[in-house]
Protein backbone atom coordinates (compact mmCIF):
# COMPACT_ATOMS: atom_id res chain seq x y z
CA UNK A 1 0.00 0.00 0.00
CA UNK A 2 1.40 3.63 -0.59
CA UNK A 3 2.44 5.07 2.81
CA UNK A 4 1.51 9.10 3.98
CA UNK A 5 3.94 10.82 4.27
CA UNK A 6 5.62 11.93 7.96
CA UNK A 7 5.58 7.57 8.31
CA UNK A 8 8.79 5.40 9.25
CA UNK A 9 9.37 4.46 5.51
CA UNK A 10 10.68 8.17 4.48
CA UNK A 11 12.98 7.30 7.06
CA UNK A 12 12.43 10.70 10.06
CA UNK A 13 13.00 13.23 7.15
CA UNK A 14 10.12 14.20 5.54
CA UNK A 15 10.32 17.45 7.32
CA UNK A 16 13.27 18.24 5.62
CA UNK A 17 12.05 17.28 1.65
CA UNK A 18 11.10 19.87 -0.71
CA UNK A 19 7.67 20.02 -1.87
CA UNK A 20 9.11 17.96 -5.33
CA UNK A 21 10.90 15.36 -3.77
CA UNK A 22 7.90 14.21 -1.30
CA UNK A 23 5.97 14.15 -4.57
CA UNK A 24 9.06 12.09 -5.86
CA UNK A 25 8.81 10.22 -3.00
CA UNK A 26 5.07 9.34 -3.32
CA UNK A 27 4.74 8.50 -7.10
CA UNK A 28 7.47 6.08 -6.98
CA UNK A 29 5.73 4.52 -4.24
CA UNK A 30 2.56 4.44 -6.50
CA UNK A 31 4.50 2.98 -9.49
CA UNK A 32 5.71 0.70 -7.34
CA UNK A 33 2.04 -0.56 -6.32
CA UNK A 34 1.34 -0.72 -9.64
CA UNK A 35 3.85 -2.59 -10.83
CA UNK A 36 2.86 -5.20 -8.23
CA UNK A 37 -0.98 -5.27 -9.55
CA UNK A 38 -0.01 -5.90 -12.70
CA UNK A 39 2.21 -8.83 -11.89
CA UNK A 40 -0.66 -10.05 -10.23
CA UNK A 41 -3.06 -9.66 -12.95
CA UNK A 42 -0.95 -11.92 -15.31
CA UNK A 43 -0.47 -14.40 -13.02
CA UNK A 44 -4.04 -14.38 -12.00
CA UNK A 45 -4.89 -14.40 -16.02
CA UNK A 46 -6.74 -12.56 -18.09
CA UNK A 47 -9.80 -13.84 -18.37
CA UNK A 48 -9.71 -12.55 -14.34
CA UNK A 49 -10.72 -9.41 -15.55
CA UNK A 50 -13.77 -10.43 -17.15
CA UNK A 51 -14.61 -11.86 -13.62
CA UNK A 52 -13.57 -8.66 -11.93
CA UNK A 53 -15.89 -6.06 -10.31
CA UNK A 54 -16.76 -3.12 -12.34
CA UNK A 55 -14.68 -0.83 -9.33
CA UNK A 56 -11.79 -2.89 -9.68
CA UNK A 57 -9.72 -0.55 -12.47
CA UNK A 58 -11.47 2.83 -10.47
CA UNK A 59 -10.21 1.36 -7.15
CA UNK A 60 -6.86 1.13 -9.01
CA UNK A 61 -7.09 4.49 -10.09
CA UNK A 62 -7.90 6.08 -7.21
CA UNK A 63 -5.04 4.92 -5.39
CA UNK A 64 -2.72 6.08 -7.84
CA UNK A 65 -4.39 9.65 -7.80
CA UNK A 66 -3.78 9.99 -4.12
CA UNK A 67 -0.06 9.08 -5.30
CA UNK A 68 -0.20 12.12 -7.70
CA UNK A 69 0.47 9.99 -10.33
CA UNK A 70 -2.59 11.05 -12.33
CA UNK A 71 -1.25 9.88 -15.75
CA UNK A 72 -0.88 6.63 -14.45
CA UNK A 73 -4.08 6.68 -13.25
CA UNK A 74 -6.10 7.96 -16.75
CA UNK A 75 -4.46 4.62 -18.10
CA UNK A 76 -5.68 2.26 -16.11
CA UNK A 77 -9.46 3.89 -16.05
CA UNK A 78 -9.11 3.22 -19.65
CA UNK A 79 -9.29 -0.61 -18.89
CA UNK A 80 -12.02 -0.33 -17.53
CA UNK A 81 -13.44 0.77 -20.82
CA UNK A 82 -12.01 -1.72 -23.07
CA UNK A 83 -15.27 -3.28 -24.35
CA UNK A 84 -16.81 -6.41 -24.23
CA UNK A 85 -16.06 -9.88 -23.11
CA UNK A 86 -14.00 -12.14 -25.11
CA UNK A 87 -12.94 -11.00 -28.64
CA UNK A 88 -9.99 -9.32 -29.03
CA UNK A 89 -10.56 -8.09 -25.26
CA UNK A 90 -7.53 -10.40 -23.87
CA UNK A 91 -5.25 -9.23 -26.74
CA UNK A 92 -6.00 -5.56 -25.94
CA UNK A 93 -5.59 -6.31 -22.28
CA UNK A 94 -2.52 -7.47 -22.44
CA UNK A 95 -1.40 -5.00 -25.01
CA UNK A 96 -2.20 -2.16 -22.37
CA UNK A 97 -0.46 -4.09 -19.15
CA UNK A 98 3.06 -4.72 -21.05
CA UNK A 99 2.39 -0.55 -22.09
CA UNK A 100 1.92 0.05 -18.49
CA UNK A 101 5.00 -2.06 -17.20
CA UNK A 102 6.93 -0.70 -19.74
CA UNK A 103 6.31 2.56 -18.63
CA UNK A 104 7.02 1.49 -14.40
CA UNK A 105 10.21 0.17 -15.29
CA UNK A 106 11.15 3.07 -17.50
CA UNK A 107 10.28 5.47 -14.49
CA UNK A 108 12.04 3.06 -11.81
CA UNK A 109 15.07 3.67 -14.34
CA UNK A 110 14.56 6.90 -15.12
CA UNK A 111 17.85 8.37 -13.73
CA UNK A 112 19.74 6.01 -16.65
CA UNK A 113 17.41 7.82 -19.32
CA UNK A 114 18.19 10.24 -21.49
CA UNK A 115 16.65 13.61 -21.03
CA UNK A 116 13.96 13.93 -23.98
CA UNK A 117 13.33 10.37 -22.80
CA UNK A 118 13.22 10.93 -19.15
CA UNK A 119 10.49 13.66 -19.61
CA UNK A 120 8.40 11.71 -21.88
CA UNK A 121 8.27 8.97 -19.06
CA UNK A 122 7.54 11.28 -16.22
CA UNK A 123 5.14 13.48 -18.28
CA UNK A 124 3.07 9.56 -18.47
CA UNK A 125 3.44 9.01 -15.20
CA UNK A 126 2.00 12.40 -14.45
CA UNK A 127 3.94 15.15 -13.66
CA UNK A 128 3.64 18.34 -15.43
CA UNK A 129 5.67 21.11 -17.13
CA UNK A 130 4.61 25.03 -16.71
CA UNK A 131 3.66 26.64 -19.41
CA UNK A 132 6.16 29.45 -18.54
CA UNK A 133 9.23 26.82 -18.99
CA UNK A 134 7.61 26.09 -22.45
CA UNK A 135 6.99 29.18 -24.07
CA UNK A 136 11.22 29.64 -22.09
CA UNK A 137 12.11 26.41 -24.66
CA UNK A 138 12.83 26.84 -28.51
CA UNK A 139 10.25 27.86 -30.83
CA UNK A 140 8.91 26.32 -34.23
CA UNK A 141 7.23 29.01 -37.29
CA UNK A 142 5.71 27.84 -40.09
CA UNK A 143 2.37 28.16 -41.60
CA UNK A 144 0.38 25.26 -39.73
CA UNK A 145 -2.82 24.02 -41.04
CA UNK A 146 -5.75 23.18 -38.47
CA UNK A 147 -6.27 19.68 -39.72
CA UNK A 148 -8.64 18.40 -37.20
CA UNK A 149 -10.30 19.23 -33.82
CA UNK A 150 -11.97 16.53 -31.31
CA UNK A 151 -13.57 16.99 -28.07
CA UNK A 152 -13.20 14.86 -25.28
CA UNK A 153 -14.01 13.77 -21.60
CA UNK A 154 -11.19 13.21 -19.23
CA UNK A 155 -10.93 13.18 -16.12
CA UNK A 156 -14.03 15.43 -15.25
CA UNK A 157 -12.96 18.06 -17.76
CA UNK A 158 -13.81 18.28 -21.51
CA UNK A 159 -10.23 18.26 -23.79
CA UNK A 160 -10.32 19.98 -26.70
CA UNK A 161 -7.46 18.51 -29.24
CA UNK A 162 -6.39 20.61 -31.86
CA UNK A 163 -3.99 18.93 -34.72
CA UNK A 164 -1.66 21.05 -36.52
CA UNK A 165 0.50 20.17 -39.75
CA UNK A 166 3.31 22.86 -40.93
CA UNK A 167 2.79 23.80 -44.42
CA UNK A 168 6.87 24.16 -44.66
CA UNK A 169 8.45 21.70 -42.19
CA UNK A 170 5.36 18.57 -42.75
CA UNK A 171 5.33 18.96 -39.07
CA UNK A 172 2.82 17.70 -36.23
CA UNK A 173 1.29 19.59 -33.37
CA UNK A 174 -1.20 19.09 -30.78
CA UNK A 175 -2.22 22.07 -29.32
CA UNK A 176 -4.69 21.16 -25.99
CA UNK A 177 -7.46 23.08 -23.68
CA UNK A 178 -9.30 22.37 -20.76
CA UNK A 179 -12.81 23.35 -19.61
CA UNK A 180 -14.93 22.37 -17.14
CA UNK A 181 -18.32 20.52 -18.44
CA UNK A 182 -20.70 23.23 -19.46
CA UNK A 183 -17.90 25.85 -19.66
CA UNK A 184 -16.78 27.14 -22.77
CA UNK A 185 -13.21 25.71 -24.67
CA UNK A 186 -11.07 27.88 -26.33
CA UNK A 187 -12.18 28.22 -30.19
CA UNK A 188 -9.21 29.99 -31.84
CA UNK A 189 -7.95 27.91 -34.16
CA UNK A 190 -10.59 26.85 -36.59
CA UNK A 191 -10.87 23.94 -38.72
CA UNK A 192 -9.37 24.70 -42.59
CA UNK A 193 -7.71 27.74 -41.22
CA UNK A 194 -3.61 28.18 -42.09
CA UNK A 195 -1.96 30.40 -39.22
CA UNK A 196 1.24 32.18 -38.97
CA UNK A 197 2.70 31.41 -35.63
CA UNK A 198 5.38 30.34 -33.88
CA UNK A 199 4.69 27.17 -31.16
CA UNK A 200 6.62 26.45 -28.10
CA UNK A 201 6.48 22.58 -27.88
CA UNK A 202 6.61 20.57 -24.94
CA UNK A 203 9.93 18.58 -23.74
CA UNK A 204 10.21 14.96 -24.62
CA UNK A 205 11.55 12.40 -26.76
CA UNK A 206 8.46 12.87 -29.58
CA UNK A 207 7.82 16.51 -29.58
CA UNK A 208 4.13 16.61 -30.11
CA UNK A 209 2.12 18.30 -27.72
CA UNK A 210 2.38 22.54 -28.41
CA UNK A 211 1.47 26.17 -27.12
CA UNK A 212 0.63 28.45 -29.52
CA UNK A 213 3.60 31.56 -28.54
CA UNK A 214 2.94 33.98 -31.21
CA UNK A 215 1.17 34.88 -33.95
CA UNK A 216 1.46 36.78 -36.84
CA UNK A 217 -0.60 38.30 -39.86
CA UNK A 218 -2.50 35.42 -41.62
CA UNK A 219 -1.39 33.82 -44.93
CA UNK A 220 -3.51 32.72 -47.86
CA UNK A 221 -5.57 29.67 -47.14
CA UNK A 222 -4.78 26.66 -48.95
CA UNK A 223 -4.69 22.87 -49.10
CA UNK A 224 -2.74 21.29 -46.25
CA UNK A 225 0.93 19.51 -47.21
CA UNK A 226 -0.03 15.44 -46.84
CA UNK A 227 0.98 12.36 -47.22
CA UNK A 228 0.48 8.66 -48.81
CA UNK A 229 -0.39 5.77 -46.84
CA UNK A 230 3.08 4.47 -46.77
CA UNK A 231 4.39 7.66 -45.81
CA UNK A 232 1.79 8.24 -42.89
CA UNK A 233 2.63 4.32 -41.23
CA UNK A 234 6.43 5.36 -41.47
CA UNK A 235 5.59 8.85 -39.46
CA UNK A 236 3.61 6.22 -36.40
CA UNK A 237 6.34 3.63 -36.67
CA UNK A 238 9.08 6.40 -35.90
CA UNK A 239 7.28 7.95 -33.54
CA UNK A 240 6.23 4.41 -31.57
CA UNK A 241 10.15 4.28 -31.41
CA UNK A 242 10.22 6.86 -30.07
CA UNK A 243 7.37 7.41 -27.58
CA UNK A 244 5.92 3.55 -26.77
CA UNK A 245 2.46 5.15 -25.17
CA UNK A 246 1.54 7.07 -27.96
CA UNK A 247 -2.23 6.44 -28.64
CA UNK A 248 -3.18 8.37 -31.37
CA UNK A 249 -0.82 10.02 -34.33
CA UNK A 250 -2.14 12.56 -36.41
CA UNK A 251 -2.73 11.80 -39.99
CA UNK A 252 -3.23 14.19 -43.06
CA UNK A 253 -3.73 12.04 -46.32
CA UNK A 254 -3.64 13.32 -49.57
CA UNK A 255 -4.97 11.96 -52.54
CA UNK A 256 -7.02 9.53 -51.47
CA UNK A 257 -10.38 8.12 -52.19
CA UNK A 258 -13.04 5.80 -49.98
CA UNK A 259 -14.15 2.49 -51.04
CA UNK A 260 -15.63 -0.53 -49.12
CA UNK A 261 -13.16 -3.84 -48.61
CA UNK A 262 -14.48 -7.78 -49.40
CA UNK A 263 -15.83 -7.39 -46.35
CA UNK A 264 -17.96 -3.92 -46.34
CA UNK A 265 -15.73 -2.27 -44.60
CA UNK A 266 -14.36 1.38 -44.93
CA UNK A 267 -11.32 2.35 -46.09
CA UNK A 268 -9.07 5.06 -47.76
CA UNK A 269 -7.13 3.95 -50.52
CA UNK A 270 -4.25 6.57 -52.12
CA UNK A 271 -2.80 6.31 -55.73
CA UNK A 272 -0.63 3.92 -55.15
CA UNK A 273 -3.45 1.61 -53.83
CA UNK A 274 -2.32 1.35 -50.25
CA UNK A 275 -5.14 1.45 -47.68
CA UNK A 276 -6.20 2.22 -44.47
CA UNK A 277 -9.04 1.42 -42.61
CA UNK A 278 -11.26 3.95 -41.64
CA UNK A 279 -13.48 4.63 -37.96
CA UNK A 280 -16.50 5.84 -39.00
CA UNK A 281 -20.20 4.24 -39.50
CA UNK A 282 -20.91 7.50 -42.07
CA UNK A 283 -18.93 6.50 -45.36
CA UNK A 284 -21.53 8.15 -47.41
CA UNK A 285 -20.49 11.41 -46.12
CA UNK A 286 -16.65 11.13 -47.02
CA UNK A 287 -18.07 10.15 -50.47
CA UNK A 288 -20.04 13.07 -50.64
CA UNK A 289 -17.33 15.15 -49.89
CA UNK A 290 -14.59 13.37 -52.54
CA UNK A 291 -17.17 13.76 -54.89
CA UNK A 292 -15.76 10.64 -56.51
CA UNK A 293 -12.30 12.51 -56.97
CA UNK A 294 -9.51 12.00 -54.97
CA UNK A 295 -9.14 14.63 -52.06
CA UNK A 296 -7.56 15.24 -48.80
CA UNK A 297 -8.38 14.02 -45.35
CA UNK A 298 -6.89 14.60 -41.96
CA UNK A 299 -7.61 13.24 -38.92
CA UNK A 300 -6.34 10.67 -36.04
CA UNK A 301 -4.99 7.57 -36.87
CA UNK A 302 -4.70 4.61 -34.15
CA UNK A 303 -4.32 0.71 -34.14
CA UNK A 304 -7.76 0.83 -34.32
CA UNK A 305 -8.09 2.72 -37.81
CA UNK A 306 -8.54 6.35 -39.52
CA UNK A 307 -10.69 8.63 -37.19
CA UNK A 308 -11.41 11.23 -39.86
CA UNK A 309 -12.02 14.60 -38.77
CA UNK A 310 -11.89 17.10 -41.58
CA UNK A 311 -11.29 16.93 -45.52
CA UNK A 312 -10.29 18.89 -48.28
CA UNK A 313 -11.80 19.20 -51.44
CA UNK A 314 -10.59 21.32 -54.88
CA UNK A 315 -14.00 23.27 -55.12
CA UNK A 316 -15.17 23.32 -51.30
CA UNK A 317 -12.11 23.93 -49.58
CA UNK A 318 -12.20 22.60 -45.74
CA UNK A 319 -15.20 20.25 -44.42
CA UNK A 320 -15.68 19.31 -41.27
CA UNK A 321 -16.88 15.63 -40.61
Known amino acids: MIEPEGTPAHHGDAGALTTAERRERRVA ?20 ADRAPSTMWEDVARRLVDAQASGLAARVRELGAIPGRGGDRPERLLEEYALLRLLTTAFRRRDE ?12 VGFT ?14 HWYVAGCRDVEQD ?10 GRETGRSALVLTFAAPGRALDASLAVGDTIDAELAFYPGALPLRALVAARHPEPAQGPPRGTTVTA ?15 ERWPAVLTGVRPARDGAGRPHLVDGDGDALPVRTTDVWRLLAVSGGRPFTVS ?3 SPQGLLPLSAWQEEEGTVVL
Open 232 to 246: LLREHAAALARDPWL
Open 299 to 301: GEW
Open 129 to 142: VSQEEVLAGERVRD
Open 29 to 48: AGVEELDRWLCDQIEQGLAH
Open 113 to 124: LPEPLRATVRSR
Open 156 to 165: RLVARRVWLR
